[in-house]
């Protein structure tokens, strides 16, 4: 088990055991087999510190017949829990994970703006501007505490934004979250 703090920087949340296992899930967009100096997350030949827990270095790739990577081998620095290494050598850049072998599968949806103009009346027909990106449901897997997640209640997803239990499709088998705040504004980058 892995402690985490509930909030980085508010010890006064409390804290929660994560289980760690030797097979760990990470985001697609956590790892590139080769990249830029500005890329702070898995590359292969490199080091990363999984969030809380231990420093790892991508040794090797598995793909499948489409050329898909679909496993990174890994190495870990036992010495490293929750800590810089020894040596004084640097890792750049920290990623979120979640143990294979205890992962919860949940379904997320991702909501946006019904429209996609920020004035639909002054459109010709409001239902040529309708968004059809305005829902889009994703499957994931989450770190088991998220099976006592409570309706009302919010949750941060790292990097993604926050979250609440889905009040009405969520089952105890099937638990459903709804991204109530995204991280980015998609208007202000379209304004840019």
Known sequence: ???????????????????????????????REEANKQYKRLVL????????????KAERVEKDAEGNITTIFCTYDADTLSKDPADGRKVKGVIHWVSAA??????????????????????DDFLAVINPESLVIKQGYAE???????????????????????????????LVFNRTVGLRDTWAKAGE
């Not at 088991?144 to 926050?162: D, N, T, V």
């Open 102 to 123: 205890h992962a919860l599968p949940v379904e997320i949806r991702l909501y946006d703006r019904l429209f996609s103009v920020p004035n639909p009346g002054a459109a």
């Open 45 to 56: 030949g490199k080091e990363v510190r999984l969030r809380n827990a231990y420093v790892i």
């Open 144 to 174: 088991p505490s998220l099976a006592q997640a409570e309706a009302g209640k919010a949750y941060q997803f790292e990097r993604e934004g926050y979250f609440c239990l889905d009040s009405r499709y969520a089952t105890a088998t099937n």
């Open 1 to 31: 088990m892995v402690v985490m703090p509930n909030h980085p920087n508010k010890p006064e949340m409390g804290s929660r055991e994560v289980p760690f296992s030797a097979e760990i899930w990470i985001d697609h967009a956590d790892f």
